[in-house]
């Protein structure tokens, strides 16, 4: 790491330290008090966050992705997506370290200055862990009805996976 990039943290948490005692904050009690809420908010998350995980490792061992994108792939090779990406576009809204798994096997099989290999590094990068975002932080403060939420931001990440395909083959 060179230049101010070093700096910037340390900076920070000085800044913090100057701020607070100029506020006249009780720092110690501050930082413990944020700790344990911290704590109580994993706690919360843990079982909606276990049976996410335990969901999505079911659903990939039993060779369902698989068997999705083999349904999907004609429709999607016909409106020009590539079948390779299929996998990381059903993987990405679900799991953030699988999908880089795939993410990363996509790269070392195809390359990552290939269409495929470009196409799939800026759809991991332009969509969300949708459903494990949505466990975590609405897990975490209780809420049980998330109403919209799904439904946006799912059709959020299906916007962000067209549009990685059409911009790599605009600008690729």
Do not use: H, W
Not at 61 to 71: E, I, K, Q, R
Not at 137 to 162: C, E, H, Q, W
């Amino acid at each position: 790491m060179n230049g101010i990039s070093i700096y910037i943290i340390p900076s920070v948490i000085v800044f913090i330290v100057i701020y607070g005692t100029f506020k006249k904050v009780d720092l110690f009690g501050a930082f413990t008090d944020g700790a344990k809420e911290g704590i109580y908010s994993l706690i919360s998350a843990a079982p909606s966050l276990i049976g996410l995980v335990t969901a999505v490792s079911m659903l990939e061992a039993s060779g369902f992705f698989d068997l999705l994108t083999g349904f999907l792939q004609p429709v999607c090779t016909t409106i020009g997506i590539p079948a390779e990406v299929l996998p990381l576009g059903l993987m990405r809204p679900v799991t953030g370290s699988g999908s880089f798994a795939m993410l990363n096997s996509i790269l070392e099989k195809y390359g990552a200055d290939s269409i495929i290999g470009k196409t799939a590094s800026v759809m991991a990068g332009s969509t969300e862990t949708t459903f494990y975002a949505i466990t975590v932080y609405f897990g975490s403060v209780g809420i049980k009805n998330t109403r919209f939420t799904i439904p946006a931001a799912l059709t959020a990440d299906i916007v962000g996976m067209f549009l990685a395909v059409y911009s790599v083959r605009l600008f690729g």
